[in-house]
């Protein structure tokens, strides 16, 4: 009988699953600490829910709340930026920086595997 196998470990000591926001301010904060680090989305773009809104929409929260870290928006957004506004904010903010970005990759499972974790894209 053979013992399952142990995952092979990852050559980034962190996985963060998905490029919006939350992600990309994920992704500065640990590059700020050095710690590597690999941000994947199924999507073919960051940010996927913000590039295709309708043309009314703005944010509820402030300009003052919802930006990246160390990245105010621009004067010229207003108190709530649109939605168009956001997206062309985040990609922006991502091209400015050189993240550890993988688009267009699905997270099909994620399980505990001893002290790693096994991820299945």
Known sequence: MTQPQQPQRAAEDVLVIGAGPAGIATAYALEQ?????KVVDRANVIGSTWCSLYPSLTLNTSRYYSHMPEAPFPKDYGVFPTGAQYYSYLDDFVKSHDFNIELGV?????TPAGDL?????
């Open 106 to 110: 699905t997270v099909h499972s994620v």
């Open 117 to 121: 974790w096994r991820v299945e894209t």
């Open 33 to 37: 600490a050095r710690i590597t680090y």
